[in-house]
């Protein structure tokens, strides 16, 4: 039985903000803006935890799956969500093409420009959630604060970047592209009360929990990822409030106050 509080590693980005989020120190004025802050375990974890703060467009990008990584050597693609805890009203995601498209089109779209009026632009809101599974081609909008659960990935594939002086991937990123519109996967939603899941499959599961008890038992060398996103609690010992993430393992009982709002993230393809 382990409960680990989670270090932060704070990443610098040109998108970033000085405006960040309560429970997270904004940087000074002259400091280089603040995009992601990273929730950082030892060894290899499968899932990576991040919030995101963005005050400009990030790079329109796409990621390999696990089968397109091994073939670069490496060790694991990235499928990803994102809850949205602050959005802009003009505040928007582009997640897939509007319309079927072929790849030497996309690549000469991100060559000019166009490329961001080929893709679905949708605008989005403080609870809004997105599942964005390797391959899909996607951009994440100015004014936004959010938390991010993916594969332990950092291997982005830039297509087009607004100009910034920074490398594009488009041999690998057009090659992984999928040409076609998104379309949501499914999820179970509601299946106890005061217990969602978001995501169930085949990379990660995302469970959404309200407060009070819950015993969970993990398998052996099977992690999972805690979430306050508001409210306050305790696993094993380690108590925990919104901003932080906490990795349990094995069989722990979590404690949460009436209110809070807990997301628990752990590797699989079925919700435990």
Same mark, same amino acid.
């Given at each position: 039985? $382990?409960?680990?509080?989670? $270090?932060?590693? +704070? ?7 000085? !405006? ?17 802050? %990273?929730?950082?375990?030892? =060894? ?9 703060? $963005?005050?400009?467009? #990030? ?12 073939? !670069? ?8 969500? %994102? &809850? ?33 009026? &080929?893709?679905? %632009? ?21 004014? &936004?604060? &959010? ?11 830039? #297509? ?7 490398? #594009?991937?488009?041999?690998? =990123? ?20 005061? +217990? *969602? ?10 469970? !959404? %929990?309200?407060?009070? +008890? !819950? ?5 052996? =060398? ?11 609690? *305790? ?14 393992? =094995? $069989? ?21």
């Amino acid at each position: 039985m $382990t409960a680990t509080l989670l $270090t932060t590693r +704070r990443v610098d980005k040109p998108w970033g903000s000085h !405006r960040l989020w309560p429970g997270f120190a904004d940087p000074a004025p002259d400091a280089e803006p603040v995009g992601e802050v %990273w929730f950082e375990a030892t =060894g290899e974890p499968d899932l990576l935890i991040k919030y995101l703060f $963005t005050s400009e467009k #990030l790079s329109v990008q796409n990621h390999p799956s696990d089968e397109e990584a091994h073939k !670069r050597g490496l060790p694991r693609g990235k499928d990803e969500c %994102w &809850l949205i805890l602050a959005a802009e009203p003009d505040s928007t995601i582009a997640i897939g093409p509007k319309a079927p498209v072929g790849a030497d089109e996309l690549r000469a779209a991100a060559l000019d420009g166009s490329i961001v009026d &080929l893709l679905d %632009w949708k605008p989005v809101k403080a609870g809004d959630f997105f599942y964005s599974h390797s391959g899909v081609i996607h951009a994440i909008g100015a004014g &936004l604060t &959010l938390i991010e659960v993916q594969q332990n990935s950092d291997t982005t594939y830039r #297509l087009y970047d607004y100009g910034r002086p920074r490398e #594009l991937h488009l041999d690998d =990123g057009v090659a992984v592209a999928e040409l076609t519109p998104y379309v949501a996967p499914s999820a179970p939603g509601e299946v106890a009360p005061g +217990r *969602m899941i978001l995501v169930e499959g085949p990379k990660f599961v995302l469970e !959404r %929990w309200g407060g009070g +008890r !819950r015993d969970i038992a993990l398998g052996d =060398g099977q992690q999972g990822w805690l979430v306050p996103v508001s409210g306050a609690g *305790m696993v094993g010992g380690i108590a925990f409030e919104a901003g932080q993430c906490v990795l349990v393992e =094995g $069989t722990e009982t979590i404690e949460a106050a009436p209110g809070s709002d807990l997301l628990f993230a752990y590797p699989g393809a079925r919700r435990l």
